[in-house]
């Protein structure tokens, strides 16, 4: 595939030498080596550290050049992907933001409700325009779930947090 | 007792009612969702944890077995009627089986698919029961230097094997790596990397990553690829059975599969896409019918097919005995068994004897189950593939809900997952591999644990580490793969540099 996701992605790099570079900072706050078995706890954290950073470099080194970071293809369902490489802004921050949608409502909406939710912004990320039926959807089968997997053991919290906890 | 008395001893395990019940509960959760788009076995695995939590472990392990083999067998099925592999194994079956339903003979490819998982997974669950006893006696001569250097060399290799590129898959294992070492240290108790967050004391849990990285990631790009152009699902038609024809096509391959898949299985780095590989080379040049491949031809069905299978049972043997995982898939399992608090090793076939042969045995009869339940109900699990594609993955979005808040209804494990996802979406758009991600995060700390284990033994000299013969020989695979291949390419380089064949990188 000749059209790339963008010519000159030098922000990947830069996250990995990023992450070597927490690591690193990590690795001074911990001892190095000690008395007993000659390795201490920060050995094994400054080696990664430092191979991050260097194979961010190289990475770099490779942006540079302008080497293609080929699309995968043949993973993704019905082709889709093979024949338009686009980002579509649209779909992307809705799928992002309907993942967010749990860290704000799970603890006080419950399961069921978070799972409406979640369940119609990602539907419509992917084009669905029924947004009724899908919050439908996603609460029926959001409480399904709930009672499914409880009866199986699983904890998900209370059902409707806001009911039970005043 | 002789391994013929363990494994007898372990199908009285996995012949207990409650035990049957699980193997067959694990098939068909474990079909039901690996038929969904893009859902691997690891995933799958990953998604139904929380649902052993309230399990004994035996009993655990013989429902994740049918979890494994129903999720292999609803994988293929996608990879054929919808062309959407959901791991790299099944990205052979993908290719001829869904041109053999394009043209009307789905039912034969996923009878062929069923049949050789089938007989794949009893000859090489069979292997598995007498090399992997095999191996953990051999396993017992590895001092902490010999694990540390084969963990070495696991790292070097996954990171060339798996993906496009090996700088790019190096990179995953690295970054795998720095995760696995946030939390409590084991060896002194400090806290690394946690910047004071109680949450990150326990570490980054491995189910949150991979459910992140595989399906958040996974929906996040497919969303912004931008709205569907329907492809469309093939019908199943043709008869549910094959033909003579068909079975005279597919016996062979199916042998042949098999003999490649297991042993390549059982390498340290052998996982799933090699030997599927090659099975599809050499059964195209072995068949009569070359010219029908690309158009579907059974043979690319069937060996490849097989392969995949053989190779999963071969896995265990190195997870079994070693603890060591070559595929996101043993991965999780070793994951599973850390939960139970069980380390694989060769001690493990001293200590819990009766866990290992009850799972072993479970192989057996969750493939046998998978062959008498699903060749009948393809047509049911078809019809979940007929759920549109916006309600669909937001289902997908629901079940890994599911899967994080459930493990301890924690927000942290919320926004971790929220963050894991992102990075899943980055890694997939600039084609990074994910599974050495997570090979990275299990292995990391074990073989943290055998360096600093050879060095207090050695009393800090690093020449220990190359002391051994085992130890000197897999280091030096480990730098050779890692200098080989840049060497090669640039020998070849003079006479018009070869292509390089294109692998892509499926969530499995």
Same mark, same amino acid.
């Given at each position: 595939m000749?059209?790339?996701?963008?010519?000159?992605?030098?922000?990947?790099?830069?996250?990995?030498?990023?992450?070597?570079?927490?690591?690193?900072?990590?690795?001074?706050?911990?001892g190095?080596?000690?008395?007993?078995?000659?390795?201490?706890?920060?050995?094994?954290?400054?080696i990664?550290?430092? /191979?991050?950073?260097?194979?961010? &470099? @190289?990475?770099? #080194?490779?942006?540079?050049?302008?080497? +293609? $970071?080929? =699309?995968?293809?043949?993973?993704?369902?019905?082709?889709?992907?093979?024949d338009?490489?686009?980002?579509?802004?649209?779909?992307?921050?809705?799928?992002i933001a309907s993942?967010?949608?749990?860290?704000?409502?799970?603890? /006080?909406?419950?399961?069921?409700? &978070? @799972?409406?939710? #979640?369940?119609?912004?990602?539907?419509? +990320? $992917?084009? =669905?325009?029924?947004?009724v039926?899908?919050?439908?959807?996603?609460?029926?089968?959001?409480?399904v779930?709930?009672?499914f997997?409880?009866?199986?053991?699983?904890?998900?919290?209370?059902f409707?947090?806001?009911?039970?906890?005043? | 007792?002789?391994?013929?008395?363990?494994?007898l001893?372990?199908?009285?395990?996995?012949?207990?009612?409650?035990?049957?019940?699980?193997?067959?509960?694990?098939?068909?959760?474990?079909?039901?969702?690996?038929?969904?788009?893009?859902?691997?076995?690891?995933?799958t695995?990953?998604?139904?944890?929380?649902?052993?939590?309230?399990?004994?472990?035996?009993?655990?392990?013989?429902?994740?077995?049918g979890?494994?083999?129903?999720?292999?067998?609803?994988?293929?099925?996608?990879?054929?009627?919808?062309?959407?592999?959901g791991?790299?194994?099944?990205?052979?079956?993908?290719?001829?089986?869904?041109?053999?339903?394009?043209?009307?003979?789905?039912?034969?490819?996923?009878?062929?698919?069923?049949?050789?998982?089938?007989?794949?997974?009893?000859?090489?669950?069979?292997a598995?029961?007498?090399?992997?006893?095999?191996?953990?006696?051999?396993?017992?001569?590895?001092?902490?230097?010999?694990?540390?250097?084969?963990?070495?060399?696991?790292?070097?290799t996954?990171?060339?094997?798996?993906?496009?590129?090996?700088?790019?898959?190096?990179?995953?294992?690295?970054?795998?790596?720095?995760?696995?070492?946030?939390?409590?240290?084991?060896?002194?108790?400090?806290?690394?990397?946690?910047?004071?967050?109680?949450?990150?004391?326990?570490?980054?849990?491995?189910?949150?990553?991979?459910?992140s990285?595989?399906?958040?990631?996974?929906?996040?790009?497919?969303?912004?690829?931008?709205?569907?152009r329907?492809?469309?699902?093939?019908?199943?038609?043709?008869?549910?059975?094959?033909t003579?024809?068909?079975w005279?096509?597919?016996w062979?391959?199916?042998?042949?599969?098999?003999?490649l898949?297991?042993?390549?299985?059982?390498?340290?780095?052998?996982?799933?896409?090699?030997?599927?590989?090659?099975?599809?080379?050499?059964?195209?040049?072995?068949?009569?019918?070359?010219?029908?491949?690309?158009?579907g031809?059974?043979?690319?069905?069937?060996?490849?097919?097989?392969?995949?299978?053989?190779?999963?049972?071969?896995?265990?043997?190195p997870?079994?005995?070693?603890?060591?995982?070559?595929?996101?898939?043993?991965?999780?399992?070793?994951?599973?068994?850390?939960?139970?608090?069980?380390?694989p090793g060769?001690?493990?076939?001293?200590?819990?004897?009766?866990?290992?042969w009850?799972?072993?045995?479970?192989?057996?009869?969750?493939?046998?189950?998978?062959?008498?339940?699903?060749?009948?109900?393809?047509?049911?699990?078809?019809?979940?593939?007929?759920?549109?594609?916006p309600?669909?993955?937001?289902?997908?979005?629901?079940?890994?809900?599911?899967?994080?808040?459930?493990?301890?209804?924690?927000?942290?494990?919320?926004?971790l997952?929220?963050?894991?996802?992102?990075?899943?979406?980055?890694?997939?758009?600039?084609?990074?591999?994910?599974?050495?991600v997570?090979?990275?995060?299990?292995?990391?700390?074990?073989?943290?644990?055998?360096?600093?284990?050879?060095?207090?033994?050695?009393?800090?000299?690093?020449?220990?580490?190359?002391?051994?013969p085992?130890?000197?020989?897999?280091?030096?695979?480990?730098?050779?793969?890692?200098?080989?291949?840049?060497?090669?390419?640039?020998?070849?380089?003079?006479p018009?540099?070869?292509?390089?064949?294109?692998?892509?990188?499926?969530?499995?």
């Amino acid at each position: 595939m000749n059209d790339r996701v963008a010519p000159r992605p030098w922000w990947v790099p830069a996250g990995v030498i990023g992450f070597g570079a927490v690591m690193l900072y990590g690795a001074t706050q911990l001892g190095q080596s000690d008395a007993h078995s000659g390795v201490g706890p920060g050995l094994f954290v400054t080696i990664i550290g430092i /191979a991050l950073i260097l194979l961010g &470099t @190289a990475l770099g #080194v490779q942006v540079a050049r302008g080497v +293609a $970071f080929t =699309s995968t293809e043949g993973a993704d369902a019905y082709d889709e992907v093979d024949d338009e490489d686009r980002t579509h802004r649209g779909p992307l921050l809705l799928a992002i933001a309907s993942l967010a949608a749990p860290l704000v409502l799970m603890q /006080a909406a419950g399961f069921p409700l &978070t @799972a409406a939710v #979640v369940f119609a912004g990602i539907a419509r +990320a $992917f084009g =669905s325009r029924r947004p009724v039926v899908d919050i439908l959807t996603g609460a029926v089968l959001g409480g399904v779930a709930w009672f499914f997997f409880n009866w199986l053991g699983v904890n998900l919290g209370p059902f409707l947090p806001w009911l039970t906890e005043r | 007792m002789s391994t013929l008395d363990l494994l007898l001893h372990g199908f009285g395990v996995a012949f207990q009612p409650v035990n049957l019940l699980m193997a067959f509960i694990g098939s068909l959760l474990g079909t039901a969702i690996g038929v969904l788009p893009g859902i691997g076995p690891a995933l799958t695995i990953a998604l139904l944890m929380p649902v052993t939590t309230s399990l004994e472990p035996a009993s655990a392990f013989i429902m994740f077995a049918g979890i494994l083999y129903g999720a292999m067998y609803g994988g293929s099925t996608t990879s054929i009627l919808l062309n959407t592999p959901g791991e790299s194994g099944s990205m052979m079956t993908a290719l001829e089986g869904n041109q053999m339903a394009r043209r009307g003979r789905g039912a034969a490819a996923l009878a062929t698919a069923a049949i050789g998982s089938f007989v794949a997974g009893t000859i090489g669950t069979l292997a598995l029961s007498f090399v992997a006893p095999a191996v953990s006696e051999l396993a017992f001569i590895f001092g902490p230097e010999d694990y540390f250097a084969l963990m070495v060399l696991s790292f070097t290799t996954i990171s060339v094997v798996l993906g496009n590129s090996p700088l790019r898959g190096a990179i995953a294992v690295a970054v795998g790596l720095g995760l696995g070492v946030i939390g409590i240290d084991a060896q002194t108790g400090q806290s690394r990397l946690t910047f004071g967050s109680l949450d990150l004391l326990d570490g980054i849990p491995f189910t949150i990553v991979l459910v992140s990285l595989f399906a958040v990631g996974e929906i996040i790009y497919v969303a912004s690829r931008g709205p569907e152009r329907d492809g469309g699902i093939n019908p199943l038609s043709g008869g549910i059975w094959m033909t003579r024809e068909d079975w005279k096509r597919s016996w062979k391959p199916w042998l042949r599969g098999t003999a490649l898949g297991f042993p390549i299985g059982v390498l340290p780095a052998g996982g799933s896409e090699i030997p599927t590989f090659l099975s599809y080379a050499v059964e195209k040049r072995l068949s009569k019918h070359p010219e029908e491949f690309g158009s579907g031809a059974i043979e690319g069905v069937a060996g490849p097919e097989a392969a995949n299978n053989a190779a999963a049972a071969g896995i265990l043997v190195p997870l079994l005995t070693l603890g060591l995982p070559t595929s996101a898939t043993s991965a999780i399992l070793l994951s599973a068994f850390q939960g139970y608090g069980l380390q694989p090793g060769p001690l493990l076939f001293v200590n819990n004897a009766e866990l290992v042969w009850g799972l072993i045995a479970s192989l057996y009869i969750g493939n046998f189950m998978l062959i008498v339940l699903n060749l009948p109900l393809a047509g049911m699990w078809v019809r979940l593939l007929m759920i549109p594609r916006p309600q669909l993955y937001a289902g997908i979005v629901i079940f890994a809900l599911v899967g994080v808040w459930g493990l301890s209804t924690s927000w942290f494990d919320l926004l971790l997952m929220f963050a894991m996802g992102l990075l899943g979406y980055a890694m997939r758009l600039y084609d990074f591999p994910a599974a050495p991600v997570l090979i990275g995060l299990i292995l990391g700390p074990m073989a943290e644990q055998q360096l600093r284990r050879a060095l207090a033994i050695s009393q800090g000299d690093p020449v220990a580490l190359v002391s051994t013969p085992i130890s000197a020989t897999l280091l030096g695979l480990a730098l050779c793969i890692v200098l080989l291949p840049p060497l090669l390419r640039h020998l070849a380089r003079r006479p018009a540099g070869g292509e390089r064949r294109a692998v892509s990188r499926p969530a499995p």
